[in-house]
């Protein structure tokens, strides 16, 4: 059963194409970067409904694979094509794990989370990056309605996410946010309504557009393992694994 609308996928796309959808892209660039700045590992799975946009360039990791959920023109090449709800690795193999609002658009995001929890390794980091609720995104959202992206995305508030990393054994760690521009299409409009968005900035907690939550997988008992990387279980499509550098994650080209 297919757990996306790909409709909504093509319109997600759309609107990160667009200029509004690009000025967000660098927040969410900018937020991520941040968030790998703070862990280590040698293997880094990035789950995303885009294949398009790599996130981890300047990660310390050795390995690093995308995953997305369809084929499409101008993927990244080291991108396994599989649904977030169903990874094909193994248990307990990733060190990393960025999410990209693949949570949000799932008709399945306890699943989403429940598989993201499975790979990771005990210790390992989970990097989720969602459009929170609690901003001014989450109220242009009611207006917009539940029909387009990505305003149809199910945006869940940071607390409510935290609870469903404990039951999963994943401890809270950090929470961020950015972004606290009114998101209208009309940069004129945007600008006219600036002062709307220092005054959330001003509001307690993440009030911003974007929110990034960082988890990790802590299992009483068990020893960190840190087994190879299971080609076999990663389907018959090229995986192509990249060899770090002092900048961090630099992909083979085929």
């Known amino acids: ?3 996306y609308d790909r409709n909504l996928i093509s319109q997600l796309k759309h609107w990160y194409d667009s200029p509004l959808g690009q000025q967000m892209l660098e ?3 900018a937020l991520i970067g941040s968030a790998l700045s703070e862990v280590q590992g040698n293997r880094l799975l990035q789950v995303s409904l885009d294949g398009r946009r790599w996130f981890c360039e300047h990660a310390r990791a050795k390995h690093g694979v995308l995953l997305a959920p369809q084929v499409e023109l101008g993927m990244e090449s080291n991108t396994l094509i599989a649904r977030p709800e169903d990874l094909p690795v193994q248990s307990a193999v990733i060190d990393i794990l960025v999410m990209h609002h693949a949570l949000e658009f799932s008709s399945d995001p306890h699943q989403v989370l429940r598989e993201a929890a499975r790979v990771l390794r005990p210790g390992g980091t989970l990097i989720l990056l969602a459009f929170n609720p609690m901003s001014l995104m989450g109220l242009h959202s ?7 992206a990505p305003f149809s995305a199910r945006m869940l508030a940071s607390g409510r996410l935290a609870d469903w990393f404990r039951l999963l054994q994943l401890s809270p760690l950090t929470t961020d946010s950015s972004g606290y521009e009114y998101p209208l299409e ?3 409009w945007r600008r006219r309504l600036r002062w709307l968005g220092a005054l959330v900035r ?3 907690g993440q009030s911003g557009n974007l929110v990034v939550l960082t988890a990790r997988k ?3 008992g068990m020893t960190p393992l ?3 990387w299971n080609r076999r279980l990663l389907g018959g499509l090229q995986v192509i694994e ?3 550098g002092t900048s961090g994650i630099r992909r083979n080209q085929t």
Do not use: I, T, W, Y
């Open 242 to 244: 990249s060899k770090a």
């Open 186 to 188: 009309n940069p004129r």
């Open 218 to 220: 802590d299992v009483a």
């Open 27 to 29: 927040q969410e660039r």
């Open 1 to 3: 059963m297919d757990m």
């Open 142 to 148: 009611l207006f917009k309605g539940r029909e387009q």
């Open 202 to 204: 001003l509001l307690p």
């Open 226 to 228: 840190r087994p190879e």
